[in-house]
């Protein structure tokens, strides 16, 4: 299939999926953007730019159609693909609309943690494919339609993590492969969105709470420290559940695998955990140190430090909704 044949469906008007419909584009696909009715009249118009680590893209106005996200018309619904990029706690309120139509595109999910994959199945029924994925690039958004690249260390794993065929998913691969974004289909995509879970949840709440980047978290003895410790009882908790341990301990995970991924690339990236904070957006805390916190307990292990994480995060976010209602 040309990618000129291929339509898909990006759902969020934020970074990631300003970014993805970017790069769709570019690889030549026929894309249309989901976003809340509010936002159509800011994004119409105006061209889409993709700026930074991934290069330099420009998408003209009118390139990218525009979709109110709650009511999906019949050609979103018969997209060859959707691609999900909203927070995993939204992820059942964004299907909904799809359930309700009885009908959904096969799904990529670009979503931080686990759990999103379970809920989209249980959303919209077994009929649509749901393919998972592990992404380590950083995004920003600045004013509308303008993403900035800040942060890449792997492409966009794309696997079936509850056992779909792949075919579709290796088309939609096959297609991206003219775009900017390297994307590749990973048969251990459980193992992949574990090792990333264990990066954001180490690096993500502890770069909200502090306002640190990435490369002051690990250069600063004490925020390092902190890291080391959450690295510790989330490789205990995935050993014990998936038989995977990526590094011997805390320590050496940050020694030997968190430099290596931070200081090339990602020394002057933010925490988006922070960015959602800043902008009073619920974050995924519950599906990164809430994750890990539920494996521990299943296993009768402890999880002291995520649950204190998580506990000042949402402190922090209740701060804040007081702050503004005030």
Same mark, same amino acid.
């Given at each position: 299939?040309?990618?000129?044949?291929?339509?898909?469906?990006? #759902?969020?008007?934020?970074?990631?999926?300003?970014?993805?419909?970017?790069? #769709?584009?570019?690889? $030549?696909?026929? +894309?249309?953007?989901?976003?809340?009715?509010?936002?159509? =009249?800011?994004?119409?118009?105006?061209?889409?730019?993709? %700026?930074?680590?991934?290069?330099?893209?420009?998408? =003209?106005?009118?390139?990218?159609?525009?979709?109110?996200?709650?009511?999906?018309?019949?050609? /979103?619904?018969?997209?060859?693909?959707?691609?999900?990029?909203?927070?995993?706690?939204?992820?059942?309120?964004?299907?909904?609309? #799809?359930?309700?139509?009885? %009908?959904?595109? =096969?799904?990529?999910?670009?979503?931080?943690?686990?759990?999103?994959?379970?809920?989209?199945?249980?959303?919209?029924?077994?009929?649509? =494919? +749901?393919?998972?994925?592990?992404?380590?690039?950083?995004?920003?958004?600045?004013?509308?339609?303008? /993403?900035?690249?800040?942060?890449? @260390?792997?492409?966009?794993?794309?696997?079936?993590?509850?056992?779909?065929?792949?075919?579709?998913?290796? *088309?939609?691969?096959?297609?991206?492969?003219?775009?900017?974004?390297?994307?590749?289909?990973?048969?251990?995509?459980?193992?992949?969105?574990?090792?990333?879970?264990?990066?954001?949840?180490?690096?993500?709440?502890?770069?909200?709470?502090?306002?640190?980047?990435?490369?002051?978290?690990?250069?600063?003895?004490?925020? *390092?420290?902190?890291? /080391?410790?959450?690295?510790?009882?989330?490789?205990?908790? #995935?050993? @014990?559940?998936?038989?995977?341990?990526?590094?011997?301990?805390?320590?050496?995970?940050?020694?030997?695998?968190?430099?290596?991924?931070?200081?090339?690339?990602?020394?002057?990236?933010?925490?988006?955990?922070?960015?959602?904070?800043?902008?009073?957006?619920?974050?995924?805390?519950?599906?990164?140190?809430?994750?890990?916190?539920?494996?521990?307990?299943?296993? $009768?292990?402890?999880?002291?430090?995520?649950?204190?994480?998580?506990?000042?995060?949402?402190? *922090?976010?209740?701060?804040?909704?007081?702050?503004?209602?005030?």
């Amino acid at each position: 299939m040309s990618g000129d044949d291929y339509h898909v469906a990006v #759902f969020g008007g934020g970074s990631v999926g300003l970014c993805l419909a970017a790069h #769709f584009a570019v690889a $030549g696909a026929r +894309v249309t953007l989901l976003v809340r009715d509010a936002s159509i =009249p800011t994004l119409r118009g105006k061209p889409i730019t993709v %700026t930074g680590l991934l290069g330099d893209h420009t998408i =003209p106005a009118g390139t990218i159609a525009l979709c109110d996200a709650a009511r999906p018309t019949d050609d /979103v619904l018969g997209a060859d693909m959707l691609a999900l990029t909203t927070k995993a706690q939204d992820v059942e309120t964004a299907l909904k609309p #799809f359930a309700a139509a009885g %009908t959904c595109p =096969p799904l990529l999910l670009l979503q931080n943690g686990m759990g999103s994959a379970e809920i989209a199945r249980q959303t919209v029924g077994p009929g649509a =494919p +749901v393919y998972s994925t592990a992404m380590m690039i950083g995004m920003v958004r600045g004013a509308p339609g303008e /993403v900035e690249v800040t942060a890449q @260390a792997s492409p966009i794993n794309c696997g079936a993590l509850l056992g779909d065929a792949t075919g579709l998913l290796d *088309r939609m691969i096959d297609v991206a492969g003219a775009g900017f974004i390297p994307m590749r289909h990973d048969p251990a995509i459980r193992e992949t969105i574990a090792f990333k879970l264990l990066f954001n949840c180490c690096m993500n709440p502890t770069g909200a709470l502090t306002g640190q980047t990435y490369g002051e978290l690990l250069e600063n003895p004490d925020s *390092r420290a902190l890291i /080391v410790g959450l690295a510790d009882e989330a490789l205990a908790a #995935f050993a @014990a559940a998936f038989d995977y341990r990526p590094a011997a301990s805390g320590q050496d995970y940050v020694d030997t695998t968190l430099d290596k991924i931070v200081f090339p690339r990602g020394i002057k990236h933010r925490s988006s955990m922070l960015q959602d904070l800043q902008a009073g957006r619920t974050t995924e805390v519950d599906f990164l140190n809430g994750a890990v916190i539920r494996i521990a307990e299943e296993h $009768g292990l402890s999880a002291a430090r995520h649950e204190t994480i998580l506990s000042l995060i949402k402190a *922090r976010a209740a701060t804040g909704e007081a702050t503004r209602a005030g």
